[in-house]
C-alpha cells in the first residue's frame, strides 16, 4: 500500500502546523510520498520584488518572471525545509520536482481560452512510475512540490492537488493506493458550520443528492470531482481531512468503485 | 570511472555559456554529477528584497533571511533550471540538496572565530554513497547545489568546491574519479595575460615551487591546494579548465599521488 499525501497553504504557511504534520507524516508506516501546494509565500515574494500576483479562478497567471518566484518558492523552499524537517524526524524524505528524474512531465496549457502562461497538465499515463517505485526500494519518501516540466526545457507550473491525483493514478497499477487531501476542515461536513456534521462516506450517487441538494459548497465541488475520479480510475480510497488527523479515521472517504 | 564536474557563477548567470556546458555534460559518457554554484543571482534576489548581501573572506554571510533566499535561489531556481535544461538535452538529471535522501549530510561552522551563520562543512566520510550509486544504476546524473543539511532539521549553506570535492572524495573508495572544476580560465596559468602559458599538469612539488616564485595568483592557491588534498586524499584527477573545454583536454590536470 502506498500512502499519497496532499498538504496547501494551511499547512505550509502556519510553522506549529507544519511541524505536527511532519511528526505524523514521518510516523506513517510504509511506502509515501508528499505533495505540497505553496501557500501565500509565492504572493509574498512576488511583491516583495515588485510583482503583482494574478489569479484567474484561483490559479496563478504564471508569466516568465512568475515563473521563477514559484520555481524558486516551491521547489526551493518550502520543498527543502520540509525535506529537512523529514530527514530529521528520521523519515528518508528526497525533494523532487516533476523535472527530477523526469518524474512527472507535464504538458503546456493551450493559452486559449485563458492564457496561464507557463502552467501545465499532467497524464496520470506519463508519471515515471519506475523511478518512484525504485526510491521507494531505497527506503526513501518522495516529497513534490507542483512544478513540472514539458520535457524540452522549460519548467511548468502545475497544480499540487492534480500532482497528486496524477501520481495516485499512475502508481494505482502497481500498488493500493490511499491518497488523502489535507486541508482545512475536518472532511466534507453537512453544515459548514458544525465540525461533527462530516459525511464519513461519499459515492458517485450521494455526491450527485448532496449537490442537486446544495449541500456541498462551491470550494467541495472540484474537490470531491476530483477524488471521485481518482477513485474510478484505480485508486482505492480517497480521503478528505484535516492535516491534524492524517493518523486517525476521521473525514470523509471516497472508495474506488 | 564517474564524472564530478563543478560549475560557478561564470556559466550559471551567463545563458548562453550556461547552454553550451549543459549541451557538453549531457554528452560526457558514464556516470556523472554536476555541481553548481550560485553566481551573483542570490544576492540580486537578496537585494531586491531590501537585504545587503555579507561577504567575509568571499563566503556569504548566512543568517536566516539570507539562507532562504540561498535555498530558493540554489535549490529552486538554478538548480531546476538545469535540471530540465539537461532533461530537454536527454540527460536523466535528478536535482539534489545534501538533505534529500540525506545525500550530503554538513556540519555547522563554530561561530569562531568568524558567525557565518547557517554555513556548513562536510566530512567526505559522511557522503552518502549508497544513495549516490544506486542514482546512477537507475541511469540518473545528480545534479547538486551546494545547500546541505545538519540532520536536526536546519538547511546550511556551504560551499560548492568543497560539496564537490567531498563527493569526489567519498565516492573514491569505490570508482575511478575524474573532478573537474570550471572557471573563468583556460587553467593555471604562468602568465595570466597569456591564455598559452597553462601549466598542464600541477604537482604538490611544482605547487610549492610555483607558490614560493609568487607564480600562482591569490586565487588560485586555495583552489589548488584543495585540489592537491583531493588528489592525495584517493581522487585519481583533479582538472581546472575553462567550462567550454569540458569534453577537451585542456587545463591544468592534478594527478593522484
Redesign the interface.
Known amino acids: 500500500m502506498i500512502n499519497i499525501v496532499k498538504i496547501g497553504g494551511n499547512v505550509v504557511d502556519d510553522p506549529a502546523a507544519l511541524s505536527g504534520f511532519l511528526d505524523d507524516f514521518a510516523r506513517l508506516k510504509g511506502d509515501k510520498i508528499l505533495v505540497h501546494g505553496g501557500g501565500k509565500e509565492a504572493s509574498r515574494?512576488s511583491r516583495?520584488?515588485?510583482m503583482t500576483p494574478q489569479m484567474i479562478d484561483g490559479r496563478r497567471v504564471t508569466d516568465a518572471a512568475t515563473l521563477?518566484v514559484v520555481?524558486?518558492?516551491?521547489?526551493?523552499?518550502i520543498?527543502?525545509?520540509i525535506?529537512?524537517?523529514l530527514?530529521?524526524r528520521g523519515c528518508?524524505?528526497?525533494?523532487?520536482?516533476g523535472?527530477?528524474?523526469?518524474a512527472v512531465p507535464a504538458v503546456r496549457r493551450s493559452p486559449k481560452p485563458v492564457d496561464y502562461g507557463f502552467v501545465g497538465d499532467i497524464n496520470p499515463n506519463d508519471i515515471n512510475s519506475s523511478?518512484i517505485l525504485?526510491l521507494f526500494d531505497?527506503g526513501?519518501s518522495p516529497v513534490f512540490c507542483a512544478?513540472c516540466?514539458d520535457?524540452?526545457?522549460?519548467?511548468l507550473n502545475c497544480n499540487a492537488d492534480s500532482v497528486a491525483a496524477a501520481l495516485a493514478r499512475g502508481l494505482s497499477i502497481y500498488e493500493e493506493i490511499r491518497l488523502t487531501y489535507c486541508f482545512e476542515r475536518p472532511g466534507v461536513m453537512l453544515d459548514i458550520n458544525d465540525e461533527s456534521s462530516v459525511i464519513p462516506l461519499v459515492t458517485a450517487e450521494s455526491f450527485a443528492r448532496l449537490r442537486e441538494e446544495g449541500v456541498v459548497a462551491e470550494g467541495m465541488i472540484p474537490k470531491l470531482q476530483n477524488a471521485l475520479q481518482s477513485a474510478s480510475a484505480g485508486v482505492d480510497e480517497v480521503r478528505i481531512c484535516a492535516a491534524s488527523a492524517l493518523l486517525g479515521d476521521g473525514g470523509t472517504i471516497i472508495r474506488r468503485q
Not at 92 to 97: E, K, P, R, V, Y
Open positions: 515574494l516583495a520584488m515588485g521563477d520555481t524558486m518558492v516551491y521547489a526551493g523552499l520543498n527543502k525545509r525535506v529537512a524537517g530527514q530529521a528518508n524524505a528526497i525533494g523532487l520536482t523535472a527530477d528524474g523526469n523511478l525504485r531505497s526513501m512544478i516540466h520535457s524540452c526545457g522549460s519548467l
